[in-house]
Nanobody, 123 residues
C-alpha cells in the first residue's frame, strides 16, 4: 500500500516563502498525477495544484497562480510545492495526493491522501 507524508509546514510572515514536500512510498508513483489541496478552518478542502506523471504539465488554482510552483522528482518519489508571496488567506492544512485511477487530465478524483501539514501565515 502506498503512503504519502507531507513536511515543511510552519509559521511564516505574510510575503514570505515556504516549501512543502511530499514523500511517497510503498508503490510506484512515477506514473501517477499528483497534487496538493488545502483546507482552511471552517472551509471545504480546495484544489491548489497538480502535476502530471512526467512533470511536463501542471495546473494551479487561480488564487495561487504566479506565487506557487509544483514540481516532482520521480527518482526520489517526491512532490514539492514552493510557495512564495504568502498571504494570510493561504493559511490552511495542506495535503498531498495522487490519482491512481487515471481519471484524466487534470484528474477528477484523488484516491491517495497524506495526513497534511499546517501552514500559518501571519500579517
Amino acid at each position: 500500500q502506498g503512503q504519502l507524508v507531507e513536511s515543511g509546514g510552519g509559521l511564516v510572515q505574510a510575503g514570505g516563502s515556504l516549501k512543502l514536500s511530499c514523500a511517497a512510498s510503498g508503490r510506484r508513483w512515477s506514473d501517477l498525477a499528483m497534487g496538493w489541496f488545502r483546507q482552511a478552518p471552517g472551509k471545504e478542502r480546495e484544489f491548489v495544484a497538480v502535476i502530471s506523471y512526467s512533470g511536463g504539465s501542471t495546473r494551479y488554482a487561480d488564487s495561487v497562480k504566479g506565487r506557487f510552483t509544483i514540481s516532482r522528482d520521480n527518482a526520489k518519489n517526491t512532490v514539492d510545492l514552493q510557495m512564495n508571496s504568502l498571504k494570510p488567506e493561504d493559511t490552511a492544512v495542506y495535503y498531498c495526493n495522487a490519482d491512481s485511477k487515471f481519471t484524466g487530465w487534470p484528474p477528477t478524483e484523488y484516491d491517495y491522501w497524506g495526513q497534511g501539514t499546517q501552514v500559518t501565515v501571519f500579517s
